[in-house]
């Protein structure tokens, strides 16, 4: 059974760092394509940032790049993301997700990278909340 377990969420003030982990289970990161997206109070779902292990293909969002960092620990099974100079605007439920690499490289990786090319044919984590207070 495929699943995504987030951990790693919490307070933090603003300025200060969290790591957030994704556990995959039943997944091989050679044929999918992870990513990190979030969804504050009262706004829609994300792009955070999304990677490919087999190409090492990466992307960012604007709003987190040069902060925020996607990283693997392909013995671990578990996708990383190192959050730095945390803002409040950053305060979200963060989930975890994962889509096949063939339809992730259908598009590049700003096209890909979106909500909607992991659903309905990919697989989301119950999100873990990340509060930034000021």
């Known amino acids: 059974e495929r699943q995504l377990v987030e951990s790693g969420g919490g307070l933090v003030q603003a300025g200060g760092s969290l790591r957030l982990s994704c556990a995959a289970s039943?997944?091989?990161?050679?044929?999918?394509?992870l990513g990190w997206f979030r969804q504050a109070p009262g706004k829609e779902r994300e792009e955070v940032s999304c990677?490919?292990?087999?190409?090492?293909?990466?992307y960012y969002a604007d709003s987190v790049k040069g902060r925020f960092t996607i990283s693997s620990d392909n013995a671990k099974n578990t996708v990383y993301l190192q959050m730095n100079s945390l803002i409040p605007a950053a305060t979200a439920l963060y989930y975890c997700?994962?889509?096949?690499?063939?339809?992730?490289?259908?598009?590049?990786?700003?096209?890909?990278?979106?909500?909607?090319?992991?659903?309905?044919?990919?697989?989301w984590g119950q999100g873990n909340q990340v509060t930034v207070s000021p």
């Open positions: 997700a994962a889509v096949s690499v063939v339809l992730f490289r259908a598009h590049t990786p700003r096209q890909s990278c979106r909500v909607g090319n992991f659903t309905p044919l990919g697989y």
């Open positions: 039943g997944f091989d990161f050679d044929d999918y394509a």
């Open positions: 990677f490919t292990s087999s190409d090492a293909i990466t």
